[in-house]
């Protein structure tokens, strides 16, 4: 999706939906539990079970709604750079051609991962809000780039979004 010059890609929510069901089942589960008629130290705990399992999963199911109902980003490229996040926000990082070696796509497992290298990753790491810079150092720990999207949060292919990306990084180089 193009958005004021930048081409959008936003997160996958068919898992977060069956999650959310899944979610809805075990609030019943908890209501069952906490409206049961049990007598002695059992039916306390059921109804102890039941209220922990609405609190839960409850605000679980709270959360998820909110993934479900709205489309986040995950990643917008123009002519300039890409944007982790959505543009304009302030845990966004936006990253300039100029900075990016490459970007690949590798198999890690069995799953596809979209990766970009960078000429100066620790500039870049520097940027990032905390939880990316956190999941940077995880990945560097392990010997692969810092930044790196899987396909199962992508509402597309990682090879689209990588040919996308190049000719971005090729035209700005």
Known sequence: MSSGGAIVYHRKHKQAFLLQICAVGFIGLGLWLVLRDLD??????????????????????????RQVMTK??????????FTLGAPGDSKALFVDWKEVQG????NIGDEKVLSFAFRDPEAVKARMNPAQRAKAIENETAGV??????????DVSVDEIRTVS???FFGAG
Not at 41 to 47: I, K, L, V, Y
Not at 103 to 106: D, F, I, L, Q
Not at 145 to 154: F, G, S, W
């Open 40 to 65: 002695g130290p059992g039916g306390a705990m059921a109804r102890a079970a039941g209220i922990i399992s609405l609190l839960c999963f409850g605000l679980s199911a709270i959360v998820l709604g």
């Open 103 to 106: 970007v690949g796509v590798a």
């Open 145 to 154: 780039p810092i930044l790196m999207i899987p396909q199962n949060i992508l």
């Open 166 to 168: 190049t000719k971005f």
């Open 72 to 81: 986040h980003p995950v990643i917008a490229i123009n002519h300039d750079g």
